[in-house]
């Protein structure tokens, strides 16, 4: 096993990193030692420690005729009434999580 250190970059809001930090800062922990004892966690347990709610649609197995219809109709009223963005600013989101 390498045991040179790597190191990640993780996209975070700042609020929630500015909060998180003061937290550690008081238990007198680094973020860095925090991310890493996660990652053995996951490695050891096979399992996330805590639950994770990831927005869910319907794959198109999953879906009536109508129910995809009526989907795709709002998506198009979405971007007849301008509500929607340019793909590399989604996908820019998407990457984020900002997107729910």
């Known amino acids: 096993m390498n045991n040179e250190a790597e190191t990640i970059k993780v996209q975070i809001d700042p609020i929630v990193k500015k909060e998180t ?3 550690l800062d008081e ?3 680094s973020m ?3 991310i890493c004892g996660l990652c053995h ?3 050891e347990e096979k399992e996330i420690p805590f639950k994770i709610n990831e927005p869910s649609l319907p ?3 999953e879906m009536t005729e109508r129910e995809l219809n009526d989907m795709l109709e ?3 009223q979405d971007i007849q009434n301008g509500n929607g963005m340019e793909i590399s600013e989604a996908f820019a989101k998407i990457r984020q999580g900002i997107i729910k």
Do not use: K, N
């Open 74 to 76: 709002e998506g198009y």
């Open 21 to 23: 930090e003061s937290v």
């Open 59 to 61: 794959t198109l197995d």
């Open 32 to 34: 860095s030692t925090i």
């Open 41 to 43: 966690y996951i490695i």
């Open 27 to 29: 238990l007198g922990v």
